[in-house]
Antibody, heavy 118, light 109 residues
Framework: QVQLQESGPGLVKPSGTLSLTCAVS?????????WSWVRQPPGEGLEWIGE???????KYNPSLKGRVSISVDTSKNQFSLKVYSLTAADTAVYYC???????????WGQGVLVTVSS | QSALTQPRSVSGSPGQSVTISCTGT?????????VSWFQHHPGKAPKLMIY???QRPSGVPDRFSGSKSGNTASLTIHGLQTEDEADYYC?????????FGTGTKVTVL
């Protein structure tokens, strides 16, 4: 069974950088699929942040205007998210997910709450 | 790109059927047959219920069904059960990115 676990700081300062990691078990990060990050601000809906392929190709949500970066670490079987120039609007539960055989997120992590505040 | 439009809430009694709509544009919902639906209980991981408009992953009850017409996709829950009470989100693949719906709270009366 594929399992994903997000980790990272729960509190980050405005204008700073958020770094999150998604540890994958039960599957290889090098398998032929995509790996996504999705977030949910308090009281709001889900927002797709971006994704990375097994070969390192990336796609990002245009609305985040170049403030995000996703990378993969095959040696640790994990992938990571960085969000730059943080504001309070980046406060959210952040989820990582693995895609299925097509463009859909099949397995999800439990999520981690990140608060942007001074 | 804007979030896909879903009703804020729907409700039904046990055993009844409810349908959740998901309205987008010709650039997302209407562009590809790649619409998925997720069930989300607060504090838990979202669960994939439908992918590719109408396909059910293994383990999802056949009470859940999906369809699409033009720029609107729909999720129907037949024979509503108490454990179906949750938030539901649609998601459409739009070529180089994904767009989620605004979310619908399903209440079992």
């Amino acid at each position: 069974q594929v399992q994903l676990q997000e980790s990272g700081p729960g509190l980050v300062k405005p204008s700073g950088t958020l770094s999150l990691t998604c540890a994958v078990s039960g599957a290889s990060i090098s398998s032929n699929t995509w790996w996504s990050w999705v977030r949910q601000p308090p009281g709001e809906g889900l927002e797709w942040i971006g994704e990375i392929s097994h070969s390192g190709n990336t796609k990002y949500n245009p609305s985040l205007k170049g403030r995000v970066s996703i990378s993969v670490d095959t040696s640790k079987n994990q992938f990571s998210l960085k969000v730059y120039s943080l504001t309070a609007a980046d406060t959210a539960v952040y989820y990582c997910a693995r895609h299925g055989s097509g463009p859909y997120q099949e397995f999800w992590g439990q999520g981690v709450l990140v608060t942007v505040s001074s | 790109q804007s979030a896909l439009t879903q009703p804020r809430s729907v409700s039904g009694s046990p055993g009844q059927s409810v349908t959740i709509s998901c309205t987008g544009t010709s650039s997302d919902v209407g562009a590809y047959d790649f619409v998925s639906w997720f069930q989300h209980h607060p504090g838990k991981a979202p669960k994939l219920m439908i992918y590719d408009v109408s396909q059910r992953p293994s383990g999802v009850p056949d009470r859940f069904s999906g369809s699409k017409s033009g720029n609107t996709a729909s999720l129907t829950i037949h024979g509503l059960q108490t454990e179906d009470e949750a938030d539901y989100y649609c998601c459409a693949f739009a070529g180089n990115f994904y767009v989620f719906g605004t979310g619908t709270k399903v209440t079992v009366l």
